[in-house]
Nanobody
Framework: QVQLVESGGGLVQAGGSLRLSCAAS????????MGWFRQVPGKEREAVAA????????YHADSVKGRFTISRDNAKNTVYLQMNSLKPEDTAVYYC????????????????WGQGTQVTVSS
């Protein structure tokens, strides 16, 4: 059983930066792959970034590549999403998720989800 709590969201001007954190509690965190997803009203939840259990393999969506970076610190049971050069179209609720088997971008393959944190980018 894993519980996930996101933090670090808020209101930021276009071109600014935010770092989202996802703190995990429970057992066997280091064996779980992690992902960041985002969702806006009326649209499907979409993958933003993902990483395997060790952090040695990562995925970043084309829309955020070069601007966002996923990382994890297993000693702190925490995964991060560093967001730079933010754009208004990045505005969404951002969710942290964990999965037991494999890693990647499939929403349905993730086993645990956080409550989400709002990111709003103004121009």
């Amino acid at each position: 059983q894993v519980q996930l709590v996101e933090s670090g969201g808020g209101l930021v001007q276009a071109g600014g930066s935010l770092r989202l954190s996802c703190a995990a509690s429970g057992r066997t965190f280091v064996s779980y792959a992690m992902g960041w997803f985002r969702q806006v009203p009326g649209k499907e939840r979409e993958a933003v970034a993902a990483t395997n259990w060790s952090g040695t393999s990562t995925y970043h969506a084309d829309s955020v590549k070069g601007r966002f970076t996923i990382s994890r610190d297993n000693a702190k049971n925490t995964v991060y999403l560093q967001m730079n050069s933010l754009k208004p179209e990045d505005t969404a609720v951002y969710y942290c998720a964990a999965r037991k088997v494999g890693w990647g971008t499939s929403v349905s393959a993730y086993d645990y989800w956080g409550q989400g944190t709002q990111v709003t980018v103004s121009s």
